[in-house]
């Protein structure tokens, strides 16, 4: 528990003694009876001074636990802070929030309700990356030949070609009885794309090669198939990790037509109205030209 905690403790701690002290001089009775009655006014005394011996044993626990402390950043959406912890008093928690508001929280607020303390990750070297792409499910095919073959251009995709194809040819072979199509296997776009996806973020230097690296597909939803990317930058600090994730993927929208795939994006009104100037365009040239 922070010094200021004790310190505002033995300020209460004498204050008590002094009005103790000063009723008995004033009724020219001894402290002990006074202090015999502290039974009668144990009800008074936890009303008056609740929120003082609730942050009391909340600091213990706060500081037994490790829960907190001075730096950290913490996050508590049922009182609006997301900042870092300047003062840890005995009833209150000063939290300056990231728009350099400040929020005063209760102590035992901090053990009652749920918060989050980001210290951990700042600590751990690594902050999380976990966005997905809508892939337009009518864009996903498998790929020919000369397109796996214009692929393997790319240095960091040509192991997995290699590799995969070999799995194929493998599989392939073994139904060569019964060559019809559907019994074959084949490499889609999409299982490239995520590949590549793959290879270019354990190439990065901006990514934590030592903590979990990760695309995978989450379940198909109304604006298509969702390919997440789950990783860890190797930088904590907030403006760079928000520019290395700007910046993957900005390059993973604009190399996704190289695979033949588009991203799901909903119908626009200016979409609509190309389309119904397109339409109308059409049947014009088809009346002028029966």
């Given at each position: 528990?922070?010094?200021?905690?004790?310190?505002?403790?033995?300020?209460?701690?004498?204050?008590?003694?002094?009005?103790?002290?000063?009723?008995?001089?004033?009724?020219?009775?001894?402290?002990?009876?006074?202090?015999?009655?502290?039974?009668?006014?144990?009800?008074?005394?936890?009303?008056?001074?609740?929120?003082?011996?609730?942050?009391?044993?909340?600091?213990?626990?706060?500081?037994?636990?490790?829960?907190?402390?001075?730096?950290?950043?913490?996050?508590?959406?049922a009182y609006g802070a997301n900042g870092t912890v300047e003062e840890i008093s005995l009833?209150?928690?000063?939290?300056?929030?990231?728009?350099?508001?400040?929020?005063?929280?209760?102590?035992?607020?901090?053990?009652?309700?749920?918060?989050?303390?980001?210290?951990?990750?700042?600590?751990?070297?690594?902050?999380?990356?976990?966005?997905?792409?809508?892939?337009?499910?009518?864009?996903?095919?498998?790929?020919?030949?000369?397109?796996?073959?214009?692929?393997?251009?790319?240095?960091?995709?040509?192991?997995?070609?290699?590799?995969?194809?070999?799995?194929?040819?493998?599989?392939?072979?073994?139904?060569?009885?019964?060559?019809?199509?559907?019994?074959?296997?084949?490499?889609?776009?999409?299982?490239?794309?995520?590949?590549?996806?793959?290879?270019?973020?354990?190439?990065?230097?901006?990514?934590?090669?030592?903590?979990?690296?990760?695309?995978?597909?989450?379940?198909?939803?109304?604006?298509?198939?969702?390919?997440?990317?789950?990783?860890?930058?190797?930088?904590?600090?907030?403006?760079?990790?928000?520019?290395?994730?700007?910046?993957?993927?900005?390059?993973?929208?604009?190399?996704?037509?190289?695979?033949?795939?588009?991203?799901?994006?909903?119908?626009?009104?200016?979409?609509?109205?190309?389309?119904?100037?397109?339409?109308?365009?059409?049947?014009?040239?088809?009346?002028?030209?029966?």
């Amino acid at each position: 528990m922070p010094i200021k905690s004790f310190v505002q403790l033995i300020k209460l701690f004498t204050f008590f003694v002094g009005v103790v002290v000063s009723m008995s001089i004033l009724a020219n009775e001894s402290p002990v009876i006074f202090l015999s009655g502290l039974g009668v006014a144990t009800g008074f005394v936890m009303l008056v001074f609740k929120d003082t011996i609730l942050g009391f044993v909340a600091g213990i626990q706060l500081s037994a636990n490790r829960m907190i402390s001075l730096n950290d950043w913490i996050q508590m959406d049922a009182y609006g802070a997301n900042g870092t912890v300047e003062e840890i008093s005995l009833t209150t928690v000063k939290v300056r929030n990231f728009d350099n508001t400040v929020s005063m929280l209760p102590a035992y607020a901090l053990v009652q309700n749920a918060f989050i303390n980001w210290q951990g990750m700042s600590d751990s070297g690594g902050r999380r990356i976990k966005r997905a792409v809508n892939i337009d499910v009518t864009s996903i095919r498998f790929m020919n030949d000369d397109e796996i073959e214009k692929l393997k251009s790319i240095r960091i995709l040509r192991q997995y070609i290699y590799e995969k194809s070999r799995e194929i040819n493998e599989y392939n072979e073994e139904m060569s009885e019964e060559p019809a199509f559907g019994n074959l296997r084949h490499m889609t776009n999409l299982g490239m794309f995520r590949a590549y996806i793959n290879a270019y973020l354990r190439a990065s230097k901006d990514i934590h090669q030592y903590m979990l690296i990760m695309v995978r597909q989450l379940e198909p939803t109304q604006e298509g198939i969702p390919l997440q990317v789950y990783a860890f930058t190797n930088n904590t600090d907030w403006a760079h990790y928000e520019g290395v994730q700007a910046d993957l993927f900005d390059h993973i929208y604009s190399i996704m037509p190289l695979f033949g795939l588009r991203p799901y994006q909903m119908l626009t009104s200016n979409d609509a109205f190309q389309f119904v100037r397109s339409d109308t365009t059409s049947r014009s040239s088809i009346q002028k030209n029966p």
